[in-house]
């Protein structure tokens, strides 16, 4: 099916075009240079970049795939979690369109289709394989039955998200926003082994009740406290060699722990999704243990990781294919739409 999706749950308005599992066009505008000043994503100032960009995003999305709107078959939307007005934007856009259009809409779930993207680059997915999902509002082990079935959630953070602590670590390190990508870069002229950062939730008795739980705020703090030391020595700070310990001590759980999901539920197949998926330490790192361990990574390209149209309109056409019905009309912009939610 050649399915239209949109995305505008945070930040980047995204509209995204599939046929099946090929990928047609990959439309985005992001407002983030808008919010770097705050250091944090305003989220009256997201809607209105998203009510701004929507048409533009919408034209050039079919521009670039070379299709009418008309000839699309289904249309999906983010549905939640996410920012409720943002949220709203692009699901009052993808209702005016399946109205106008008369065709069938798909309210769909934002961490689900951080997964379900995968298919659109290494095909359908092992059944059930393990999910990493890593991104500015989310840290989660999950099971995955099959892309458009309930997950089985496994471990989550219980404290801050992987990529917020990025984020504020590259604050305090005076780097920009977000600060993953930054934090990423620093890092390839740093030493990981530098300082060595906490690991959050990895002690024995941690390895037992929390074995697949995150936690970063510690390792946040860690990181604060060691820099206040060194500006109270009169020392330079080395940034590139802290962002490569902070980096390697969040790479290290989480790749350890993902691993370790895999063995205990008898699964060979691991997929990392989300945006700190992007992080180019956690893909080595991780090919590098799944290697060692028999296990088959599958990592979409950093562009498909961060949020995007396209994963929408993936997790969309797996939906028609599944022959899932349509969401209701009606169906809601859900800000905490739970992560066992796939469909609205
Ligand atoms: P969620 O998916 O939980 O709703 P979100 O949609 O805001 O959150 P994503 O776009 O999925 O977030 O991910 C953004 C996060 O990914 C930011 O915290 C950003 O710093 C982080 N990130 C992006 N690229 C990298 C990178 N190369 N290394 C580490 N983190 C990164
Ligand atoms: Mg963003
Ligand atoms: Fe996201």
């Known amino acids: 099916p050649l399915v239209l999706g949109i995305e505008t749950s945070c930040d980047e308005t995204g509209v995204g075009i599939v046929r099946g599992r090929t990928l047609l066009a990959d439309a985005i505008a ?26 533009p995003t919408l034209e050039r999305a079919c521009a670039d795939a070379g299709v009418r709107l008309d ?5 999906a939307v983010t549905s939640g979690p996410g920012l409720a007005g943002a949220l709203m934007v692009g699901v009052a856009a993808a209702k005016a369109l399946a109205l106008a259009l008369g065709k069938p809409l798909y309210g769909v779930n934002h961490l689900a289709a951080h997964v379900a993207v995968d298919v659109l680059e290494h095909g359908p997915l092992p ?25 089985t959630p496994l471990g989550s953070t219980i404290d801050d998200a992987a990529g917020e602590a990025f984020d504020k670590v590259a604050r305090l390190l005076g780097l920009g926003f977000p600060g993953g990508p930054y934090v990423d870069r620093a890092a390839k002229e740093g030493d990981g082994a530098y300082v060595t950062f906490p690991r959050g939730l990895s002690a024995p008795h941690d390895m037992r009740e929390h074995r697949f739980d995150f936690s970063f705020s510690g390792l946040k703090t860690a990181v604060a406290r060691w820099v206040e030391q060194r500006e109270r020595d009169g020392q330079p700070v080395p940034v590139a060699d802290v962002a490569a310990s902070f980096q390697e001590a969040v790479v290290d759980v989480l790749t350890r722990k993902a691993v370790l999901a895999c063995q205990e539920n008898g699964v060979d197949s691991l997929l990392i999704g989300g945006g700190v998926a992007a992080n180019s330490r956690l893909r080595a790192l991780a090919e590098e243990r799944c290697t060692a361990a028999g296990i088959r990574l599958r990592v979409p390209r950093p562009k498909l990781c961060t949020d995007n149209g396209a994963m929408v309109a993936a997790l969309g056409a ?27």
Request: no cysteine; hydrophobic share 50%; glycine share 6%.
């Open 318 to 344: 797996e939906m028609v294919a599944a022959g899932r019905a349509p969401s209701a009309l009606d169906l809601p912009a859900d800000s905490s739409m739970p992560v066992t939610t796939v469909q609205a």
């Open 71 to 75: 000839e699309v078959d289904a249309l």
């Open 127 to 151: 059944t059930p394989t393990a999910a990493l999902l890593v991104s500015g509002g989310h840290s989660s082990l999950l099971l995955v039955p099959d892309v458009t079935a309930e997950v």
């Open 30 to 55: 992001s407002s983030v240079d808008q919010h770097a000043r705050f250091g944090g994503v305003v989220p009256e100032v997201a809607s209105r970049a998203h009510l701004e960009a929507m048409v």
